[in-house]
Nanobody, 122 residues
Framework: VQLQASGGGLVQAGGSLRLSCAASERTFSTYAIGWFRQAPGKEREFVAAVSTTGTKYYADSMKGRFTIARDIAKSTVYLFLTSLKPEDTAVYYC?????????????????WGQGTLVTVSS
């Protein structure tokens, strides 16, 4: 299973970014995909996830600002980040879980992309 995360960059507070997680077609159709992030000096935390059925899950602190979406034709999962804050600065990782149903637990995901850095300036 190969995942390719991209789309990170430097953005001002209040701005937006779209992160992408590209996967093989087989992975996309049979694996749940999650996004996690790790801020400097902090543990990695759950951000959002989507099941193969399209059911979505969000961390409470990010609901309303972040949106996860699947593009079946492109075998890609997007994470739309809006109203960004400096505390959103982190490396964002996408990960695949070999089940149809997504969860919020990192231990349930056994394939991880390389991460993409999001930096939000104040």
């Amino acid at each position: 299973v190969q995942l390719q995360a991209s789309g990170g960059g430097l953005v001002q507070a209040g701005g937006s970014l779209r992160l992408s997680c590209a996967a093989s077609e087989r992975t996309f159709s049979t694996y749940a995909i999650g996004w996690f992030r790790q801020a400097p000096g902090k543990e990695r935390e759950f951000v959002a996830a989507v099941s193969t059925t399209g059911t979505k899950y969000y961390a409470d602190s990010m609901k309303g600002r972040f949106t996860i979406a699947r593009d079946i034709a492109k075998s890609t999962v997007y994470l739309f980040l809006t109203s960004l804050k400096p505390e959103d600065t982190a490396v964002y990782y996408c990960a695949a879980r070999p089940r149809a149903v997504a969860t919020t637990a990192q231990k349930d995901y056994n394939n991880w992309g390389q991460g993409t850095l999001v930096t939000v300036s104040s």
